[in-house]
């Protein structure tokens, strides 16, 4: 069963089923929600080789020495150099007056032009933090889950924050992290932080801070002064 975020497979645990009308109708509860780009059809977005990292003493990096250093393409649709038509521009600064409808609106349009816009992605997922933890990281796992059909599972490289394109990638990793934990999942949340730790060793987003504070024991509400 899917819902209305694209790639998401729901489980849900039956409760009652019954027919109206020669129709057969089923309810019950969501068990499991599970993101699956591959489903998509999408073309994996471009990875360029930006030289090598040095990664010694770095958390959880599989080699040592150099690592390869990349940029993920970022897809925004529009042309960049007009205002009008770049619609994350023009979201973020209906977002910035209050308009958070109409942002929201141009956010799910660039989508609909290209599933591949992790910046909207990003942006929807950080919206949704505070009011729907789920519908948060769902945005987001669906951001990770398109780029990591670029990079894989196991991809040992580094993706710097310095580089720009790389940013929404880490962005959706991040809002991801930051939604399980939310969702009381700190091994979950813990999981993505070395994650994001180990494509940004110079940790804009401060996946060690947070990391640091989950194996501490400490939750979110502790870390987001007291919000729920």
């Given at each position: 069963?899917?819902?209305?975020?694209?790639?998401?497979?729901?489980?849900?645990?039956?409760?009652?089923?019954?027919t109206h009308?020669?129709?057969?109708?089923?309810?019950?509860?969501?068990?499991?929600?599970?993101?699956?780009?591959?489903?998509?059809?999408?073309?994996?977005?471009?990875?360029?080789?930006?030289?090598?990292?040095?990664?010694?003493?770095?958390?959880?990096?599989?080699?040592?020495?150099?690592?390869?250093?990349?940029?993920?393409?970022q897809v925004?649709?529009?042309?960049?150099?007009?205002?009008?038509?770049?619609?994350?521009?023009?979201?973020?600064?209906?977002?910035?007056?209050?308009?958070?409808?109409?942002?929201?609106?141009?956010?799910?349009?660039?989508?609909?032009?290209?599933?591949?816009?992790?910046?909207?992605?990003?942006?929807?997922?950080?919206?949704?933090?505070?009011?729907?933890?789920?519908?948060?990281?769902?945005?987001?796992?669906?951001?990770?889950?398109?780029?990591?059909?670029?990079?894989?599972?196991?991809?040992?490289?580094?993706?710097?924050?310095?580089?720009?394109?790389?940013?929404?990638?880490?962005?959706?990793?991040?809002?991801?992290?930051?939604?399980?934990w939310r969702?009381?999942?700190?091994?979950?949340?813990?999981?993505?932080?070395?994650?994001?730790?180990?494509?940004?060793?110079?940790?804009?987003?401060?996946?060690?801070?947070?990391?640091?504070?989950?194996?501490?024991?400490?939750?979110?509400?502790?870390?987001?002064?007291?919000?729920?």
């Open positions: 069963m899917r819902d209305e975020i694209p790639g998401s497979i729901i489980t849900v645990t039956p409760k009652k089923q019954w009308a020669r129709h057969p109708y089923l309810s019950g509860e969501v068990s499991a929600v599970r993101i699956d780009a591959t489903v998509l059809g999408l073309v994996p977005l471009v990875l360029s080789s930006e030289g090598e990292w040095e990664a010694e003493g770095e958390l959880g990096a599989r080699s040592h020495g150099k690592r390869p250093v990349f940029q993920m393409q925004i649709p529009g042309p960049l150099e007009d205002y009008e038509s770049n619609l994350i521009v023009e979201a973020k600064e209906r977002e910035a007056v209050g308009d958070h409808a109409a942002a929201e609106e141009l956010l799910t349009k660039a989508l609909a032009l290209d599933l591949r816009c992790l910046e909207a992605l990003a942006h929807l997922g950080d919206r949704a933090l505070r009011y729907w933890p789920s519908l948060a990281m769902r945005h987001c796992k669906l951001g990770v889950a398109i780029g990591t059909l670029t990079v894989g599972e196991e991809f040992d490289g580094v993706l710097p924050w310095a580089l720009l394109d790389n940013r929404p990638f880490l962005r959706c990793l991040h809002g991801m992290g930051r939604a399980l969702l009381a999942q700190p091994d979950a949340a813990a999981e993505v932080f070395r994650r994001l730790l180990r494509l940004d060793p110079a940790d804009h987003l401060l996946a060690r801070a947070n990391l640091a504070a989950i194996e501490a024991g400490k939750t979110w509400k502790e870390m987001e002064g007291g919000e729920p």
